[in-house]
């Protein structure tokens, strides 16, 4: 199936395997699932704030993985069935309650993904498409439905590295995100087909610049990005992450260069790292999981939580 490959279509079939599979790895997911909230005042990303809210909704392995390597992706088919099989059979419960938890508190208007679940690193622009003729420059406007009440399936794609043939069904609408950079007839092709897109930046996709819009445009006021790690890691360092949900796999994948959580640039010297509030956590213990969670929940001195996890792997090695 899929879209991992330059140009290669991406069916409604495909788009909703996309959604359904999130929603399947949000459903059987883990034993470990912890709710944090970055350490920023309160009111920061309250109703009145001028962009969107950012949670960051994530599934990875206890050593932050969120795939296997870096060149497959969780869409191709031998890759996801690999990625479901370290999945505990006995918390469907637990990612359900996240959705709804989610739901509950914010009503998000956008699920927010990245090009990178849908197309290899080495994949360029769409090709074969036809130049567009005429004003190029109106390409570069935003191209948004005037009425826009609805929810949004939105992916950055600043390449124009995604062909599309889904354009929204009854729940979602497609937008793309793209940058005054995106190939022009990558923009027109989009425009042929329908597909809602808005510009921000003059290079990379400007993140912040593209959730005021959201915001001003579309009435966006929460977005979950369920992004692998080079979206959500640009999100971090663009300091516009409010939350994190991550559900813990109770496995180890391990590999330099592999996805994280948050990948991105590196902090620099003298950087800090962007301090957490644990807002609440819960762990499971299934019986097809070789896994051994013993969470224990304490108070440092500052008074924020923190937390001990006790894993144990299937090896036998000596005492
Ligand atoms: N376990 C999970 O919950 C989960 C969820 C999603 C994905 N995944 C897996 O994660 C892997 C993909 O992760 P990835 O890190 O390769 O892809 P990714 O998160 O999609 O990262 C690439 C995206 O980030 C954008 N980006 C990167 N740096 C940026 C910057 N400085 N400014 C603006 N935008 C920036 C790119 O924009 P351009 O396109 O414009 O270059 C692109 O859209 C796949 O294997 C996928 O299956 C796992």
Redesign the pocket.
């Known amino acids: 199936m899929s879209c991992a490959e330059p140009g290669v279509t991406c069916s409604t079939k495909v788009l909703s395997e996309v959604l359904a599979s ?1 929603k399947a ?1 949000n459903a059987q997911s883990g034993c470990e699932n912890w709710r944090s909230t970055l350490d920023t005042p309160p009111d920061s990303c309250a109703a009145g704030s001028i962009r969107p809210r950012l949670v960051v909704s ?3 392995s206890v050593d932050g993985r ?2 296997l390597n ?1 060149a ?4 191709d088919d031998a ?1 996801g069935k690999i ?1 479901h099989s370290i999945h505990p059979d006995s918390a469907d419960g637990m990612l359900t309650a996240r959705n709804a938890e989610l739901e509950r508190r914010y009503t998000p208007q956008v699920v927010l ?5 849908f197309v290899a ?1 080495t994949d360029g622009p769409v090709t074969g498409l036809p130049s567009p003729t005429g004003d190029l420059a109106a390409l570069y406007e935003h191209f948004l439905p005037p009425e826009a009440d609805c929810r949004w399936f939105a ?5 124009g ?1 995604i062909r599309w043939t889904y354009k929204g069904d009854a729940s979602r609408r497609l937008l793309v995100i793209v ?1 005054r950079a995106t190939p022009a007839p990558y923009l027109a092709y989009l425009r042929s087909e329908d597909v809602s897109y808005l510009v921000a ?1 003059n290079g ?4 912040g610049d593209a959730l005021l819009t959201m915001k001003d445009q579309l009435g966006v006021t929460t977005i979950v990005s ?9 999100l971090l ?2 300091g516009l992450v409010d939350e994190l949900h991550l559900v813990l796999l109770p496995s180890l994948v391990g590999g330099l260069g592999t ?1 994280t959580i948050f ?3 590196p902090l620099q010297l003298g950087q800090l790292p962007t301090r957490l509030r644990l807002l609440d956590a819960e762990s499971r213990q299934t019986a097809s999981s070789r896994c051994t969670t013993r969470p224990t929940v304490g108070r440092c001195q500052s008074g924020r939580s923190q937390r001990n996890v006790t894993w144990r792997t299937g090896n036998t090695g000596s005492a």
């Open positions: 999130v790895i994530v599934t990875a969120v795939t870096r497959t992706r969780l869409l890759a990625w993904e990245g090009s990178g679940t690193d992916v950055v794609d600043g390449r590295r940058s930046g990379p996709v400007d993140l369920e992004a692998g790690g080079g979206l959500n890691g640009a360092r663009s996805p990948d991105g640039i």
